[in-house]
């Protein structure tokens, strides 16, 4: 007598479960992930063993390269454009809308104020070729400290990072210091890479 071969469903599976959990994991990221900034120059910060964290908005960040050129940034779009409004009428420099838009999206830069405007106009394959001589810092044209007294008038909640290169000259890095005293700002950090600390010894 033949066998009876019962009829076998093949299995399937739902795939909907899985589509939404792909969903789900891609709109996380892209909320949560935050892109570093594309600096003009590397710095190599030097190290130390303090956990202190930076808040994750209103910092504005002062880079000292090796050679000792100084860099601006700060976060922000709405107040860096409110800011770079505020400085053009200082030195009655007419910024463009869309001067303004590119200056609000720009990361850092070093160039003396008169130097923005012919920088900004470049598209940003340009200025990565544009060799950046740093904001002036010296006695007679401390364009530095401008812009720290107008980024505090757009922001007053401002918290200022110095991150500097280990192998920066130490006059540079004391003259950027005095120009913060002298604005009455006293409050500031120092950025560094994360060293472990010393190991305790086993019981």
Do not use: C, H
Not at 10 to 26: G, N, R
Not at 118 to 130: H, N, Y
């Amino acid at each position: 007598m033949p066998k009876i071969k019962p009829n076998r469903a093949s299995p399937s599976l739902d795939m909907t479960p899985m589509v939404d959990l792909a969903f789900l994991l891609v709109t996380f990221f892209m909320l949560t992930t935050k892109f570093t900034s594309d600096d003009p120059v590397a710095v190599d910060m030097p190290k130390s063993i303090s956990e202190i964290r930076l808040p994750d908005s209103n910092i504005l960040t002062i880079l000292i390269s090796k050679d000792g050129r100084v860099f601006y940034n700060m976060d922000n779009k709405i107040k860096r454009a409110q800011l770079i409004k505020e400085i053009g009428t200082k030195y009655n420099i007419n910024f463009t809308p869309g001067q303004v838009s590119d200056f609000a999206i720009l990361s850092s830069f070093g160039l003396p104020i008169g130097n923005l405007p012919q920088f900004l106009d470049a598209t940003p394959e340009e200025r990565k070729l544009i060799e950046q001589p740093g904001i002036p810092t010296d006695s007679l044209n401390n364009q530095l400290a401008d812009w720290l007294v107008y980024s505090r008038m757009v922001n007053p909640q401002l918290r200022i990072a110095i991150k500097g290169d280990g192998a920066a000259n130490y006059p540079v890095v004391k003259r950027i210091i005095n120009t913060l005293q002298e604005n009455r700002i006293s409050r500031f950090n120092l950025i560094t890479n994360l060293e472990s600390g010393p190991v305790a010894a086993a019981q």
